[in-house]
């Protein structure tokens, strides 16, 4: 019989100052699914919460910046939306790094449940300090 793993669960603080974009992004994926800890099920949400901080300021390799680029399309004709990592970065920094660890998490509901447990602040201030989180290195 499988118990639930839920009370188990923590919160890990990950200062982003400085940081590649891709480290972060595998480091804090694998927290949220679970693979750092011994009760691992791929078919169980069993990660930990985190909390990522300063995401403005994260680092970035090569000419990223200006040739990395994010897109929407709004299902109209002509519809497509098209806007380089730098652009984005001082707009929306808190997307950048959704949008990479969102691409390493599962591609089904438990990876849905994983991403839920993801808050990203562009800034120091956080409202999660309740939670007790932990300080994880990157």
Same mark, same amino acid.
């Given at each position: 019989m499988v118990t639930n793993p839920?009370?188990?669960e923590k919160w890990f603080?990950?200062?982003a100052?400085?940081?590649v974009l891709g480290r972060l992004a595998?480091?804090?994926s694998r927290v949220l699914s679970g693979k750092?800890?011994?009760t691992y099920r791929k078919d169980l949400n069993v990660g930990d919460g985190v909390v990522v901080i300063n $995401?403005?300021?994260i680092k970035v390799t090569g000419k990223k910046l200006l040739k990395k680029e994010y897109d929407w399309y709004s299902g109209y004709p002509g519809g497509r939306r098209?806007?380089?990592?730098e652009d984005l970065l001082k707009r929306k920094p808190e997307y950048v790094i959704t949008h990479a660890i969102k691409g390493m998490l599962a591609k089904n509901k438990v990876g849905k449940n $994983?991403?839920?447990k993801l808050r990203v602040f562009a800034g120091k201030e956080h409202d999660l300090s309740a939670q007790k989180p932990e300080t994880l290195k990157v």
């Open positions: 839920k009370w188990q603080i990950v200062d100052d400085g940081v595998v480091a804090v750092h800890k011994p $995401a403005a300021k098209t806007e380089n990592l $994983a991403l839920g």
